[in-house]
């Protein structure tokens, strides 16, 4: 089976744009969830989505925002770019079934640059 | 809170010699992973724990789960150039969220 692919694998963007970026699951996992990791704050949980519902969220603002599609892939939005957002962005899938189901199947991460 | 903390944050050993990392918690795991992010790769998945006083090992290394189910430890014996990275232990997160990661540890290794 594929792994995980997130696209782009870097990004360089300026204060206050917008950047989306995107993750294919492994084939058959419907869960995707998303991490921001940064040196300071180590690995971050965004939010899950399932079924194309977002499941869980974790503690950051609004300006991060995600969906996921009928084919489980699923995209993640930073709106209003800042400094402090430069890190590198982790996808992972799960089976959320069987006794993997909690298990991450991480992709290699897009790092963003915010400049 | 439901976060766990993992010590040391760094670790470095000369090759050949143990490397210990211990994953704590205030409460109660269902299970705990252990994750292993080479330099400049991403997190991935070594091992999950579920009972009480569980031993798992795999080659050099050895994952513990403790008694109460509130701290595990992996260690890995006669370290090689090849463990360097940072290994994570993560928690089921419940309502917060798939998994919770400790801040993890850094190990480097001297040939």
């Known amino acids: 089976k594929a792994g995980v692919t997130q696209t782009p694998r870097y990004l360089i963007k300026t204060r206050g744009q917008q950047v989306t970026l995107s993750c294919s699951p492994i084939?058959?996992?419907?869960?995707v969830s998303w991490y921001q990791q940064t040196p300071g704050q180590g690995l971050q949980f965004l939010f899950e989505y399932f079924s194309e519902t977002q499941r869980n969220k974790g503690n950051f603002p609004g300006r991060f925002s995600g969906r996921q599609f009928s084919n489980s892939r699923s995209e993640m939005n930073v709106s209003t770019l800042e400094l402090g957002d430069s890190a590198l962005y982790l996808c992972?899938?799960?089976?959320?079934?069987?006794?993997?189901?909690?298990?991450?199947?991480f992709g290699a991460g897009t790092r963003l640059s915010v400049l | 809170g439901q976060q766990v903390m993992q010590i040391p944050q760094y670790q470095h050993v000369q090759e050949g010699e143990d490397f210990t990392t211990y994953c704590n918690s205030s409460t109660t795991l269902s299970n705990i992973q252990w994750y292993k992010q080479r330099p400049g790769g991403h997190p991935v998945f070594l091992i999950q724990?579920?009972?009480?006083?569980e031993v798992k090992k795999q080659k050099r290394l050895t994952f513990q789960f403790g008694e109460a189910k509130k701290n595990s430890s992996l260690h890995i014996t006669a370290t090689q150039t090849t463990d360097v990275g940072t290994y994570f232990c993560a928690r089921d997160g419940g309502s917060q969220g798939n998994l919770i990661f400790g801040k993890g540890t850094k190990l480097s290794v001297k040939p």
């Open positions: 084939s058959g996992h419907r869960s």
């Open positions: 724990l579920v009972k009480s006083g």
């Open positions: 992972a899938s799960s089976p959320r079934q069987g006794v993997a189901k909690n298990i991450q199947y």
